[in-house]
């Protein structure tokens, strides 16, 4: 990206382009704001976070969805509550309107039994690597944040991984109540339209205020 969003203002501290398929990883100190821009449009950015002092004091998407009226769909005024009930970040604006966390996130295991093929990288794979970056592993891992994934939900209970409903250059941002752990995967899946087929890049910008 050339030049900052003319809404961003602050002292920057990263502005990175996430390639397609990549993985990505920052603590975001406690008042920072972090913008997660879908460059091209349908595409899901799936997220976690931890309390950057306390990895064990992990994202709890369940909590989250208990406590936040905004419900299964994570959109503006949703706090992401961790499993000791830290709040981590909220969502102070968002173009796109819909996020998920109730879909999970994809995996090599995943796409050999839903869709039979081999060796396929998912975001659980990239968050792995990310996360082995401090030391952190399997056991550290939660259910995740799809940002820009729709996930409908049916009256009788059928979820479904729908095509995306992002434009591009539709962005969220996000306040870091608490200093933590952000970690991205680009998701890489092509075997259902959550990324309409094409994984492209996104943009990940952050800024002290
Ligand atoms: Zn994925």
Same mark, same amino acid.
């Given at each position: 990206?050339?030049? #900052?969003? /003319?809404?961003?203002?602050g @002292?920057?501290?990263?502005?990175?382009?996430?390639?397609?398929?990549? *993985?990505?990883?920052?603590?975001?100190?406690?008042?920072?704001?972090?913008?997660?821009i879908?460059?091209?449009g349908?595409?899901?950015?799936?997220?976690?976070?931890?309390?950057a002092?306390?990895h064990?004091d992990?994202?709890?998407?369940?909590?989250t969805?208990?406590?936040?009226?905004?419900?299964?769909?994570?959109t503006?005024?949703?706090?992401?509550?961790?499993v000791? #009930?830290t /709040?981590?970040?909220?969502? @102070?604006?968002?173009?796109?309107?819909?996020?998920d966390?109730i879909? *999970?996130?994809?995996?090599a295991?995943?796409n050999?039994f839903?869709?039979?093929?081999d060796?396929?990288?998912?975001?659980?794979?990239?968050f792995?690597?990310?996360?082995a970056?401090v030391?952190?592993g399997?056991?550290d891992?939660?259910?995740?944040?799809?940002?820009?994934?729709y996930?409908?939900?049916?009256?009788?209970?059928?979820?479904?991984?729908?095509?995306?409903i992002?434009? /591009?250059g539709?962005?969220?941002?996000?306040r870091?109540?608490s200093?933590?752990l952000?970690?991205?995967?680009n998701?890489?899946?092509?075997?259902?339209?959550?990324?309409?087929y094409?994984?492209t890049?996104?943009q990940?910008?952050?800024?002290?205020?």
């Amino acid at each position: 990206m050339t030049a #900052l969003p /003319p809404d961003i203002h602050g @002292t920057i501290v990263e502005d990175t382009t996430i390639a397609a398929r990549a *993985g990505w990883s920052r603590v975001i100190k406690k008042g920072e704001m972090m913008r997660i821009i879908d460059l091209h449009g349908k595409q899901a950015v799936d997220f976690l976070c931890w309390n950057a002092h306390d990895h064990e004091d992990r994202y709890a998407a369940a909590d989250t969805m208990k406590i936040n009226e905004t419900g299964i769909f994570l959109t503006t005024g949703t706090t992401f509550y961790s499993v000791g #009930l830290t /709040p981590l970040m909220t969502i @102070t604006a968002d173009t796109c309107g819909s996020h998920d966390t109730i879909g *999970g996130c994809c995996s090599a295991e995943l796409n050999k039994f839903r869709y039979d093929v081999d060796n396929q990288t998912g975001c659980r794979e990239n968050f792995l690597a990310e996360m082995a970056k401090v030391g952190m592993g399997k056991r550290d891992m939660a259910a995740n944040i799809n940002f820009f994934m729709y996930v409908p939900v049916s009256a009788d209970g059928q979820m479904d991984m729908g095509p995306s409903i992002s434009k /591009p250059g539709d962005y969220v941002d996000l306040r870091a109540d608490s200093d933590v752990l952000a970690v991205i995967s680009n998701c890489p899946q092509i075997n259902n339209p959550v990324n309409d087929y094409n994984p492209t890049p996104v943009q990940v910008t952050a800024w002290q205020p």
